[in-house]
Every structure is written in structure tokens, then in C-alpha cells.
């Protein structure tokens, strides 16, 4: 659906934002604006890697730029979708599916719409855009650094599977968020040599978009290694914990293996020597529980177990 925003203050520019492109909308984009169908490609391409082109037939310029999708209940970590932005003379077209569309909804307010209305141009629009969708880039790293903290104090006192589950999606979820953050930024670098034309307010706007990128991916970084830390340290509990357990199987298995030697033994039908009393069960049973007690002694002395 292409839905023209209205400002409250009367702008030399208009912004048309397209959520869910669909056939009809496609046919009015090449009819009205004559867009061409290479054009209609790239901007209905849920998976269109971030990147900057110009169309010199339509003059039109296109950027894709990636943003974070939050967990479902399909899919449990975080992922990215591209948004994607068209600039024609003075209308700047803004594509979203509903995935994304969360970057548009504070734009529907009228005091933001009042607040976007005193920009200087389109490119400087533009700007404002590619800085609030920046920023959740930030919300989304910040949430998953509380997540891991609280799983690090549950993996301080046990670990299961689903604990470990939890950090498994928090680290791929950091993978998606730094390859989205690079190619964001690879992006972004290419406009300051593109043919598009920033005005000085953009200029300065699109300087603020590289830092917060920037800053997004130290922290996405160092968030990485962090959690890269815990999961070895995880691993190293595990296998530390399963160690100690096949050990405290081996000895009592070796234990217990004592009686069943000395009744199997003692249990055969023959005649046997030394013992023939009617007793004799009594001392096997205390000869049994010396040899365990012993074997117990022996191995807690040279620290088997």
C-alpha cells in the first residue's frame, strides 16, 4: 500500500511510504513515477544486501539499508531485513515490509511529522531516516547484553540444555547483527562518493548516521567476545561436569565389582577349601566390606576420585 504522508507544514519534498509492495502498487510506481521493473526488483527483494545505485534513465536513486527483525516464536534470535529508500527529484519513497515497518510507526505521530516537516530538503529526510533506523541497531545489542547477563548468573549455579539453547541464539543473533552493521556502514561510506547531492544539514545528519554505525558495531564486537568467553566457559562446565561424573562411575563401578567376584566365587556348587562352616557367609559379607573399604581408602589417597 502507497501511502502519501501528509506534513502539517507545507515542504518542498513529499514522502511516500510503501508497506508491503504488492502488483497494484508495483504497476502505479512504473506508471506514475516511471520506475522500471529493475528498479521494482530491488525494493520488493526481502533479502536485497545493503548497498547504493542510480538509475540515470529515471534519475533515481536507491539504497538499501539493513535493520533488526526481533525474535518470534519461529524464529528465536535476532535477524535483519532490509529497508529500502528511493529518491526521485523530491519525493523520497520509503519500502518496509511488516517485519520492518516498526522503523515508519513513530513517524505517524503529528508532532514527528511537525518535527520532519522543518527539514531543509529530501536528502536531509533521508538522513533522519537512516539515523533512526541506526539507532535500534543499539536497542537491539543492549537488549541481548541483558539476556546474556541474566543467563551468565543461571550459569553460575547450573547449566542445562536450554540455557545453553539461550546463549546458542544469542550468538547468532550478534552474527546477524555485526554482518548487518559492516555492509550498513559499507553503504553508507559509498553515498559521500555517490552522484547524490547531501545538503550541509544532511551532510552533518549522514555524519551522526556513521557514527552511531560505528559505535553499534564496537559494541556488537565487543559483545561478541563476551559472549564468546561464556559459552567456552560453559563448554568447559559441561565437560568438566560429565568428567567428574564418568569418574565417579568408573570407581563405583570397580567397587562394586569386589562382591561380585567373592559371591560368584563362593557361589559355585563345589567344595571349596578354607571355609565350611555354617558361618561362612557372615566372613565373605566382612571380607567383602574390608576389600570395598580399602579399595576406597587406595583410591582417594592417589586422588582418583
Known sequence: MIKQQIFPIETDFNWYDVNGLNEADSRRLQTEFYFTPEIISYVSDRHERPHYDYDQYTDTHLLVYDVPVWPTTTIKHFT??????????????????????????????????????????VTELLATFLMYASQYFHLAITQLDAERNDLDVKLSDDIDNKDLVELSNIEKSLVYLSSSIQTDQMMLRSLQHSRLTFSKAAKERLDDVLIESSQSSEMVQISRQVTK??????????????????????VWSIVLTIPTILTGFYGMNVKLPVLGASYDWIVIILITVLLMVWLIFFMRKHHLF
Open 80 to 121: 535483519s531485513r532490509p529497508i529500502t529508500f528511493l529518491l526521485q527529484g523530491k519525493n523520497l519513497f520509503s519500502f518496509h515490509t511488516i517485519e520492518t515497518s516498526y522503523v515508519f510507526d513513530e513517524f505517524n505521530d503529528p508532532q514527528v511529522l511537525r518535527w520532519l516537516s522543518h527539514a531543509q530538503d
Open 229 to 250: 568467553t561464556l559459552s567456552s566457559t560453559s563448554n568447559n562446565m559441561m565437560n568438566n561436569n560429565l568428567n567428574d561424573t564418568m569418574k565417579f562411575l568408573t
